[in-house]
């Protein structure tokens, strides 16, 4: 056997498509995974006939490989990796490299890109969005690490990801661990979508009692609006029409409130956080995963703490895809993405990565989680505006939000006094609102920790740094 092109270690969900990816698109691969039936079972199912290869272990697998080696791991994120990085390394020779293709956090990401370089194999933490199936048909890929290492896989990852009108959805992001930061954000931005549009839904059924089927109706009319045309309302549309088999209801209905999250939101939130970015409408997605973990302490809470008697309000008339809701929902989700945007921003300043905007929003237009029609927007915006502070002021976005703004109110208004939690929503309500106040009331913050503490203040009136003795 001659050697093959790639080597994929990790026969998940996400390797098993991505191998395939690979070889339809002309790369033979070797595959390796710690269970060895599973690569069995791969290689004998949907694998057969291929030229897919196995190894059964560590030192079969390289040995299996062409010079310089290019070896994607599809494994769990944490330990997992650095103990494969330590199992294999001995095995590998100068120049070959290793891709982390997982959801690690970016700061193992720049360690290691760090410490492999310096024995002279090259290490890419690179970002993959699409899920199972754009794993299998084309996902969004966010690679970082050195522009060598770079080279070294751009034939093989600009054909295996999405394609858009404009190129591959894969692009180099930038050194170190760039690319797990821009996959971290990614997720963040994801996050905060599913949650508004899980408000969406529940202000539709509670307030109006609309079935799943009636519900999907509108999503389906907003998924052919410029504004929200996307996979995530695509993929809900379809969510909601579904029945259960045993009963034919409508089989969302059935499934347990309480929704997981791994790292990469919490990572987010944690990011901004250091960053300085504002992120509320991603922190309240992450949060609000967090309380709906806690079921059995809200279902005692229920009876002990009253809620207001629901009060119906106007979210439009679903024929025309209840417009009042659709303004919340778009100017929830433009706030998520500027939200994402600015975060990457200060991070690509803080860490120097020196990110490109516009090719960012480029390769997530295709193949990714987030993939919509409004990431056009968000390249075009970032093109004639490099340095653009914030999404929101770009004149095509401002210039939405000012005609939706009071719609975002009143829904907001209207889930307030009839007690439902609409925690993306009301976030970005103040969000919004804060961003376009020329005056908050942080100078009387400003006055008590300076009453307090001698922190000191700044004036409006006059240059310098001044303490006053509030209490005498
Ligand atoms: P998965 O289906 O849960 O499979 C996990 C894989 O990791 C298995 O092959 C497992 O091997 C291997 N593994 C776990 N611990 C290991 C260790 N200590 N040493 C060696 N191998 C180990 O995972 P997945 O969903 O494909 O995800 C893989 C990575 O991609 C994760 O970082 C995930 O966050 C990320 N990701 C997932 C998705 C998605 O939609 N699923 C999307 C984007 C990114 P065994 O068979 O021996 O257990």
Redesign the pocket.
């Known amino acids: 056997m001659s050697k093959a092109h790639f080597g994929l270690?990790?026969?998940?969900?996400?390797?098993?498509n991505l191998v395939l990816n690979a070889e339809r698109n002309g790369f033979s691969s070797v595959v390796y995974?710690?269970?060895f039936t599973?690569t069995e079972q791969f290689l004998n199912g949907r694998g057969a006939g291929k030229q897919i290869f196995g190894a059964k272990d560590l030192k079969d697998f390289v040995s299996k490989l062409e010079r310089p080696r290019r070896i994607l791991m599809?494994?769990?994120?944490g330990?997992?990796i650095d103990?494969?990085i330590e199992t294999i390394s001995p095995f590998l020779e100068s120049g070959d490299l290793l891709i982390d293709?997982?959801?690690?956090e970016f700061r193992d990401t720049e360690r290691r890109v760090s410490d492999l370089e310096s024995r002279s194999f090259g290490f890419i933490g690179m970002?993959?969005?699409?899920?199972?199936k754009g794993?299998l048909e084309g996902?969004s890929m966010m690679p970082g690490g050195t522009k060598a290492s770079y080279e070294a896989i751009e034939s093989l990852v600009s054909r295996m990801s999405a394609q858009v009108e404009d190129g591959p959805c894969v692009t180099y992001i930038g050194p170190g661990g760039s690319g797990h930061f821009v996959?971290t954000v990614h997720n963040g931005i994801e996050y905060a979508i599913e949650q508004i549009l899980s408000e969406a839904y529940d202000l539709m059924r509670r307030l109006t009692g609309m079935s799943g089927v009636e519900m999907a109706e509108v999503m389906g009319k907003w998924n052919k609006t410029e504004e929200l045309s996307s996979y995530l309302v695509e993929i809900t549309e379809a969510c909601l029409r579904v029945k259960d088999p045993e009963d034919g209801d409508d089989l969302v209905e059935k499934i347990m409130d309480k929704a997981g999250q791994?790292g990469?939101g919490l990572w987010t939130v944690l990011s901004a956080l250091e960053l300085g970015a504002p992120v509320p409408t991603i922190y309240a997605a992450l949060n609000a995963r967090v309380i709906s973990s806690i079921k059995d302490q809200r279902l005692s809470a229920q009876k002990i703490i009253q809620s207001p008697p629901i009060k119906p309000f106007d979210l439009g008339d679903p024929q025309s895809g209840m417009p009042i809701l659709m303004d919340s929902v778009v100017l929830s989700c433009f706030a998520s993405y500027a939200q994402g945007m600015e975060l990457l921003r200060l991070g690509s300043e803080q860490y120097d990565y020196k990110l490109d905007m516009p090719s960012i929003a480029q390769i997530w237009k295709g193949g990714c989680i987030i993939r919509s029609q409004l990431l056009s927007r968000i390249q075009s915006a970032f093109n004639a505006h490099p340095a653009l502070p914030n999404l929101m002021v770009d004149p095509w976005f401002a210039s939405e939000v000012n005609k939706r703004l009071s719609s975002l109110a009143s829904v907001v208004a209207g889930g307030v006094t009839s007690g439902i939690p609409l925690p993306c929503m009301t976030s970005t309500l103040d969000y919004i609102n804060s961003y376009r106040t020329g005056r908050l009331p942080q100078n009387l913050v400003q006055a008590m920790r300076d009453c307090f503490g001698s922190h000191t203040y700044q004036r409006v009136d006059k240059e310098g740094i001044f303490h006053t003795n509030w209490i005498e």
């Open positions: 270690i990790g026969l998940g969900v996400m390797g098993e995974n710690r269970t599973k599809m494994i769990k994120a330990s997992a103990s494969v293709g997982g959801n690690s970002g993959i969005s699409g899920g199972s794993a996902p996959k791994k990469t």
